[in-house]
């Protein structure tokens, strides 16, 4: 019988999971814009299509981008920045509670998910990096 010996540190496994779901949003947002949009609660205004590209193209962009280099390369600085990336997503959302008039369920909840989509690979990163 072939065993499988998996030798990655345990907190690998946070930042890797914290990448593949950061992948998944990416193919949610370039797949799927009208789902994003309405999971996000936003709503594109008649007669402007181009709203859609916003989905696609910023949005997925970045979670497309920072999700398969880190899962590619591996490397602490990539983690790192997938984790600040995540963090600065949260910080973002914080600042619009307090100034905006956002003190709504969905974005503490949001908050909770983005801090723990930033926790995994900024621990794991900053340890591996020192």
Known sequence: MQEVIIN?????????????????????C???PRLTFRILRLRTAEGVPQALSESRATM?????GVG???IA??????????????????????VSILFDGGNTKFNWISIAMEAALAAGPLIYGYTALF
């Open 30 to 32: 370039l797949l799927m």
């Open 68 to 70: 398969i280099l880190a």
């Open 73 to 94: 390369f591996a490397q602490p600085l990539l983690w790192l920045a997938l984790g600040v990336s995540w963090a600065f997503t949260a910080f973002g959302r914080l």
């Open 8 to 28: 990655e540190p345990v907190g690998e496994w946070f930042a890797l999971a914290s990448a593949i779901i950061t992948v998944g949003f990416g193919f949610i």
């Open 60 to 64: 997925s962009g970045f979670y497309f």
